[in-house]
T-cell receptor, first 114, second 112 residues
Framework: DVKVTQSSRYLVKRTGEKVFLECVQD?????MFWYRQDPGLGLRLIYFSYDVKMKEKGDIPEGYSVSREKKERFSLILESASTNQTSMYLC?????????????FGPGTRLTVT | KQEVTQIPAALSVPEGENLVLNCSFTDSAIYNLQWFRQDPGKGLTSLLLIQSSQREQTSGRLNASLDKSSGRSTLYIAASQPGDSATYLC???????????FGPGTRLSVLP
């Protein structure tokens, strides 16, 4: 079974702190994604990566950056956390295989910025 | 730009009923359509994936269909159980595992 793990289930940080969210997948998938999920707004794509050291902006990249130094690991960085970044953050991965793929999700990280 | 909608937003049914959840997408040039389940405070669990060349997929009591020309997919749940209570999301997939667009979800409650 594909396994996507996220470093924390719950995280509380203060305004202005630098925050790192880590995601690891064990299925050698090329694609990895970071989403945030908010009530009434659904899932919104922040960034995705289709290869090591490659990244593409999603719909809401402002205030975030990402790092992919190894194929299995994709990190989301909040350079200076703000209260409007309080949200559920979901990581996902999928193979890079035309139309024959599924997207697999981690358990999520509930981030609260105070 | 692809937009995905789901109807109804919420649904409450008695245990044992068969039910249908609807998903609509505006751009028919999709590579696949995936259905997920999400329990409160948790991540998404993949239920079914329908590739663009397929018309339907089945897994146990679940059956998902895809009609690209009309921009619709349905998830049929047979003989619903209280354990089926969750939010169900559909996502339209672009080429090479990228450009997933999610619907807002349908919150299902199955009453014992």
């Amino acid at each position: 079974d594909v396994k996507v793990t996220q470093s924390s289930r719950y995280l509380v940080k203060r305004t202005g702190e630098k925050v790192f969210l880590e995601c690891v997948q064990d299925m050698d998938h090329e694609n990895m994604f970071w989403y945030r999920q908010d009530p009434g707004l659904g899932l919104r794509l922040i960034y995705f990566s289709y290869d090591v050291k490659m990244k593409e902006k999603g719909d809401i990249p402002e205030g975030y950056s990402v790092s992919r130094e190894k194929k299995e690991r994709f990190s989301l960085i909040l350079e200076s956390a703000s209260t409007n970044q309080t949200s559920m953050y979901l990581c996902a991965s999928s193979p890079h295989a035309g139309g024959d793929y599924e997207q697999y999700f981690g358990p999520g990280t509930r981030l609260t910025v105070t | 730009k692809q937009e995905v909608t789901q109807i109804p937003a919420a649904l409450s049914v008695p245990e044992g009923e068969n039910l249908v959840l609807n998903c609509s997408f505006t751009d028919s040039a999709i590579y696949n359509l995936q259905w997920f389940r999400q329990d409160p405070g948790k991540g998404l669990t993949s239920l079914l994936l329908i590739q663009s060349s397929q018309r339907e997929q089945t897994s146990g009591r679940l059956n998902a269909s895809l009609d690209k020309s009309s921009g619709r997919s349905t998830l049929y749940i047979a003989a619903s159980q209280p354990g089926d209570s969750a939010t169900y999301l559909c996502a339209a997939g672009g080429n090479y595992g990228q450009n997933f667009v999610f619907g807002p979800g349908t919150r299902l409650s199955v009453l014992p």
